[in-house]
């Protein structure tokens, strides 16, 4: 089992950054896919970012390209997402979710698209935006 929790969500005003944490636990495998997905309110969830914790290679929706950045700490468990820019739009909860069922990290792109097909998640953390 794999525990995820997330931290450093909060209010910003428009232009501003912040850095998300996403801290695991558990039954961590060194190859797998890390990502952020969030939720704003009255949509549906949408995926922001996978990291291949293998390499360090990382996905992101198109959406928040050139403007957030996913980074992992491995000797700490960590998945941190940076994000810079932010708007109004970016406002929703923000979800830490991790798969470690393929070695190989080829399917990491995939789960960017796929929203629900992580095995792990957390329960999240709420970034505000405001104008």
């Known amino acids: 089992q794999v525990q995820l929790v997330e931290s450093g969500g909060g209010s910003v005003q428009a232009g501003g950054s912040l850095r998300l944490s996403c801290a695991a636990s558990?039954?961590?495998?060194?190859?797998?896919?890390m990502g952020w997905f969030r939720q704003a309110p009255g949509k549906e969830r949408e995926g922001v970012g996978v990291?291949?914790?293998?390499?360090?290679?990382?996905y992101y929706a198109d959406a928040v390209k050139r403007r957030f950045t996913l980074s992992q700490d491995r000797a700490k468990n960590t998945l941190y997402l940076q994000m810079t820019g932010l708007r109004p739009e970016d406002t929703a909860i923000y979800y830490c979710?991790?798969?470690?069922?393929?070695?190989?990290?080829?399917?990491?792109?995939?789960?960017?698209?796929?929203?629900?097909?992580?095995?792990?998640w957390g329960k999240g953390t709420l970034v505000t935006i405001s104008s």
């Open positions: 979710a991790a798969d470690f069922g393929t070695r190989s990290g080829a399917n990491c792109p995939s789960f960017v698209g796929d929203v629900y097909a992580m095995d792990y």
């Open positions: 558990g039954y961590i495998s060194r190859y797998g896919c």
């Open positions: 990291i291949y914790t293998g390499d360090g290679s990382t």
